[in-house]
């Protein structure tokens, strides 16, 4: 698989299932090459991507991430290898180990040590048995890594690493510890938005429960960031360096930013400046790749 240069990372919760077929049409003709879905309290990301794979062509569609907490390792065989047989081998599965409150206190699960439990339920994956379909091709499975022990496991146990709420000096990092072979596929969140205090305002908006969560935490902290840059909804320093904002210019240059620091393939999310719901497709057809 040739995952390209540049994708999309988005939410679709907010969207009717026809209206999220629209969304990624368009996506595929505007050129990008992978359309990234999340996994947390919305739609369930296999059964989204299985949809959007009966009414698309060409695009690659990822999950980023699916939580190896929300199913065990059979079941997450058997929707990895199914989705891969359906989509025609145009399926990225995106593993996370997710954070302690969302496990603990919403999944109801124990929330183990991450590289360790990620580490045996890969393990576990690969043994798995499924004798169902299979894909055309193995499916290629990314991890949502930050630190360097997690960035470690996705050089020698998968396809290479998502990291999320990144910078492009996380990407400089992170390809140093990938070494220059797997995949690297950051996620970059850009708002088309020219006025400070707006975007800064919806940004932040966006951003707050990620500020309260550790593992974020602790990888901001390794990039030189302290306590009071996660306070009052962050600091400036800190919101700009994790959203792209402004015009047209400057979130392109944030995306080759990435790309020169090493990424292989750069995950745009497109955050809208009106609080609305769904991406901002005006920033998506201004940065497409092709007309």
């Known amino acids: 698989m040739d995952i390209g240069r540049i994708g999309v990372w988005t939410w679709l919760d907010a969207l009717s299932p026809q209206e999220a077929v629209e969304t990624a049409r368009k996506i595929e003709a ?20 299985t949809w959007l794979a009966a ?12 939580n190896i907490y929300a199913r065990d390792a059979m079941t997450m065989r058997a929707g990895r ?16 180990v997710s954070h302690a409150p969302m496990v603990t206190g919403i999944r109801g699960h124990e929330y183990g040590k991450p590289v360790s439990s990620m580490r045996n339920y890969l393990e576990t994956l690969e043994k798995a048995i499924y004798q169902g379909q299979a894909p055309p091709e193995p499916v290629p499975v990314v991890l949502a890594a930050l630190r360097p022990r997690m960035l470690a496991l996705a050089a020698e146990c998968a396809r290479g690493a998502h990291p999320y709420n990144v910078p492009p000096e996380h990407t400089e990092r992170a390809r140093k510890i990938l070494g220059p072979t797997p995949w690297l596929c950051p996620d970059q969140k850009v708002m088309l938005e020219r006025d400070p205090s707006v975007a800064r305002q919806a940004i932040r908006a966006n951003l707050g429960v990620y500020l309260t969560l550790p593992n974020y935490q602790n990888n901001w902290k390794w990039l030189g960031f302290d306590d009071s840059d996660f306070s009052d909804g962050g600091s400036n320093r800190l919101i700009d360096s994790l959203v792209a904002w402004g015009d047209e210019e400057a979130l392109r240059a944030r995306i080759k930013a990435h790309h020169d620091a090493g990424a292989d393939h750069v995950c745009v999310q497109p955050l809208r400046s009106d609080g609305k719901p769904g991406p901002d497709l005006r920033a998506l057809e201004a940065l497409a790749p092709s007309p």
């Open 30 to 49: 505007w050129g990008y090459s992978a359309l990234w879905a999340p996994e947390a309290v919305g739609a369930d990301p296999f059964v989204l991507h």
């Open 81 to 96: 290898d199914s989705l891969g047989a359906v989509s025609g081998g145009r399926f990225v599965l995106g593993l996370g």
């Open 55 to 66: 009414h698309t062509e060409r695009l690659i569609l990822a999950t980023g991430i699916a």
